[in-house]
């Protein structure tokens, strides 16, 4: 029987004072059993191994001698771990009181559910709203991208890639939850395996979703544990135009591996073009912008003590 609860699983790139926070968070804010930490860092080269070295000799440090993105590394850490639950956490989050004991207390009195996710928080406190997503089909990404979902807040399909018909506030199953804070049982690695390394650093949080619900286990939001997440401060930042090309090629791919065969050939060569030129667009705008996004969310400002 395993004796460790949690594995906290964190992969870093050039975010030493905001990795140092969140290990700092937890540290305040742990979990109700025996835990580890387990950080793979991607050649930060800016003080990260010599910090954790000096100030939090706990830590399993896994050190990579390039930037292998955020999937490889990831599994590098989730295979390290010895814990009964696995968190993936990126280093950009403040762990609340309780958190952690809540999201495996639910995890324990639900043994159907394999993922869940806390409600994530803008550090403003308003919801993150991608922590929680529905299945990423084309109306549900047309709907979010071009605003349509906006226009007509009733109409499901639209919404469904945020799931914005379901109150925030209300624990729920969802198709998948985000990679920056995600709780997973050690059952499901061992039946699925580990993250698709064919993804960077985006969708791979949706494909291992998609890929456990296909298996039979349940993904649920629950808010009532909750963290704050300073999205667009970890590794995008770094080298945002590779972010925003690496953010369109993780979906073709997700859409082409999981969801493609459900439409007719014509329709997925429209919509691969679609994807094109959003991309290219995407490009263009961010040409103009002093901070780069590679989707729909607006550019965020500094938080103290990020760099």
């Known amino acids: 029987m395993n004796d460790l609860l949690l594995s906290?699983?964190?992969?870093?790139?050039?975010?030493?004072?905001?990795?140092?926070?969140?290990?700092?968070?937890?540290?305040?804010?742990?979990?109700?059993?025996?835990?580890?930490?387990?950080?793979?860092?991607?050649?930060?080269?800016?003080?990260?191994?010599?910090?954790?070295?000096?100030?939090?000799?706990?830590?399993?440090?896994?050190?990579?001698?390039q930037n292998l993105g955020f999937t490889i590394p990831m599994n590098q850490a989730l295979k390290e771990a010895k814990g009964k639950y696995l968190l993936q956490l990126n280093p950009d989050t403040l762990i609340h009181p309780q958190a952690l004991t809540r999201l495996i207390d639910f995890m324990e009195n639900h043994p159907e559910i394999g993922i869940c996710s806390p409600k994530v928080l803008n550090d403003d406190?308003?919801?993150?709203?991608?922590?929680?997503?529905?299945?990423?089909?084309?109306?549900?990404?047309?709907?979010?991208?071009?605003?349509?979902?906006k226009v007509f807040p009733r109409n499901k399909p639209l919404n469904e890639y945020l799931m914005s018909y379901m109150d925030e506030d209300e624990t729920h199953a969802v198709a998948g939850v985000a990679g920056s804070c995600m709780l997973l049982r050690k059952e499901v690695i061992d039946q699925i395996g580990y993250l698709d390394e064919r993804f960077f650093a985006y969708q791979e949080d949706a494909d291992f979703c998609f890929r456990a619900r296909k298996a039979?286990?349940?993904?649920?939001?629950?808010?009532?544990?909750?963290i704050t997440h300073f999205g667009g401060l970890g590794g995008s930042r770094v080298h945002p135009y590779r972010s925003i090309y690496e953010w369109h090629k993780s979906?073709?791919?997700?859409?082409?591996?999981?969801?493609?065969?459900?439409?007719?050939?014509?329709?997925?060569?429209?919509?691969?073009?679609?994807?094109?030129?959003?991309?290219?667009?995407?490009?263009?705008?961010?040409?103009f912008r002093k901070e780069k996004t590679a989707g729909r969310q607006k550019p965020r400002r500094s938080i103290p003590g990020a760099s």
Do not use: H
């Not at 039979?216 to 909750?226: I, S």
């Open 216 to 226: 039979g286990w349940q993904v649920y939001y629950y808010p009532q544990a909750q």
């Open 251 to 287: 979906y073709f791919l997700y859409y082409r591996k999981n969801l493609a065969s459900d439409y007719c050939f014509l329709f997925n060569g429209v919509y691969y073009v679609a994807m094109l030129v959003k991309f290219l667009v995407t490009l263009l705008v961010n040409l």
């Open 125 to 149: 406190g308003t919801m993150q709203k991608p922590c929680r997503r529905g299945e990423s089909r084309p109306l549900a990404v047309i709907g979010y991208f071009t605003g349509l979902g």
């Open 8 to 65: 906290i699983c964190i992969v870093t790139y050039k975010t030493k004072n905001l990795l140092r926070n969140c290990l700092l968070s937890i540290r305040q804010n742990p979990p109700s059993g025996d835990f580890e930490f387990i950080v793979a860092d991607n050649n930060s080269a800016d003080g990260t191994i010599e910090m954790l070295q000096a100030e939090f000799p706990e830590v399993k440090v896994i050190i990579n001698s």
